[in-house]
């Protein structure tokens, strides 16, 4: 591409400080920026990144469609909530202008087998005004193309087992709430526990007729088993609290957790497949306790058996990074919604983002 690529950045909270920087430093130029927080609507996003001003001003969320079909940016940044029907807004207000999209929503990097009717209409949507809709970040590399390259190097592979622990303090109310913290144990028994004892046919039913939100690991390893060539024959989830023996302030939540009440969970997903390679994937998301910081583990076993542990990942700037780093392969893409796993493995950028688009 001989001009700069123009990005619309939708949500302006805490992700896209990073998000717009590196738009801006890798050669890119911000088109728009969209929030629903009356602080922020109407200020120069310079006040959100830092610096000398951009001329870019926060414009309500409910302008999106409008701006974006006058703006006319390559893409747009989506960097709001963690599910697909929270997202499915955004989304179809690109789509339906032809603005590429992509976003740092969990469930997003490979809604099929939890949001299957949602990814359906965008699917279509994008393919109908030729445009492509996609999720990344952290758990894009961290969680995929790492396991599966280093899947590459070997000759056997039994069991895949994974782990990943980062603060919720870090991604807002919302991502703290969905992990039970600050509820009772008997609240979280109640809320998001009840469902441990599901099998894999129920579970299924729920998540993808929206009665129940599944982990992150869920779409993780449907990602994982799509890329891997792995067919699933039963996939299930277990919920359990995390605690800690004293009182945690959560900033996030505005409260003190008291000590023995939930300040997070772990999620454990267990998928198995037709070709004998269990999956068993925890993410662990809790208000940490002094001393504790995030850690990512991933072991494959088999033969040989390879481990690897990435300890204090810098997980916000990851995101932000490893989103920024897919706009040419985004772009470039075919029409419709596309998961990761199906795009080019994600590539450092040494030169401008437009150097790397292929397509005019």
């Known amino acids: 591409m001989d001009r700069k690529v123009r990005v619309a950045q939708y949500g302006c909270g805490k992700m896209s400080k990073y998000l717009m920087r590196y738009v801006i430093e890798r050669g890119g130029e911000l088109a728009a920026a969209f929030d629903m927080n009356p602080a922020v609507i109407g200020r120069d996003v310079c006040e959100i990144i830092g610096g000398a001003p951009v001329g870019v001003k926060i414009s309500p ?15 747009c940044i989506i960097a709001t909530r963690s599910t ?3 997202l499915k807004e955004a989304f179809t207000a690109c789509a339906k ?17 939890s949001s299957p009717d949602i990814t359906k209409e965008l699917d279509e949507l994008a393919k109908a005004h030729g445009c492509t809709l996609c999720g990344s970040g952290y ?3 961290y969680w995929g193309t ?4 280093l899947a590459g190097s070997s000759a056997k592979i039994t069991k895949i087992h994974g782990s990943s622990s980062y603060n919720v303090e870090d991604y807002g109310i919302a991502l703290a709430k969905g992990h039970g913290a600050g509820l009772t144990i008997a ?4 809320e998001i526990g009840n469902y441990n004892s599901l099998s894999s046919d129920k579970i299924k039913a729920l998540v993808e007729k929206g009665g129940y939100i599944p982990s992150y690991m869920w779409n993780q390893n449907g990602w994982l088993c799509e890329k891997l060539g792995l067919t699933i024959t039963s996939q299930t989830q277990r919920c359990v609290p995390c605690t800690y023996k004293e009182d945690l302030h959560s900033q996030t939540l505005g409260m003190t957790i008291k000590a023995g009440d939930a300040t997070g969970m772990s999620a454990i997903v267990t998928t198995e497949t037709a070709e004998g390679v269990t999956l068993e994937t925890e993410c662990v998301g809790k208000v940490y306790a002094p ?15 390879t481990t690897v542990i990435v300890n204090r990942p810098a997980t916000v700037e990851l995101t932000c990074a490893t989103i920024v780093n897919r706009l040419p392969q985004l772009i470039d893409a075919r029409p419709g919604y596309v998961t990761t796993n199906n795009l080019p493995d994600n590539a450092y950028m040494v030169k401008p983002i437009n150097f790397y688009v292929k397509s005019k």
């Open 139 to 141: 758990p894009d590399l």
């Open 291 to 305: 001393g504790e910081f995030d850690r990512n583990e991933w072991t494959l076993c088999g033969e040989p058996e």
């Open 61 to 75: 969320a409910s302008e999106a469609e409008a701006v974006l079909k006058a703006v006319k940016p390559d893409v």
């Open 97 to 113: 202008n032809g603005v590429n999209a992509i976003t740092t929503c969990e469930e997003a990097l490979y809604p099929w087998n």
């Open 187 to 190: 609240e979280f028994e109640r």
């Open 146 to 149: 790492m396991v599966t390259n």
């Open 84 to 86: 697909m029907a929270e």
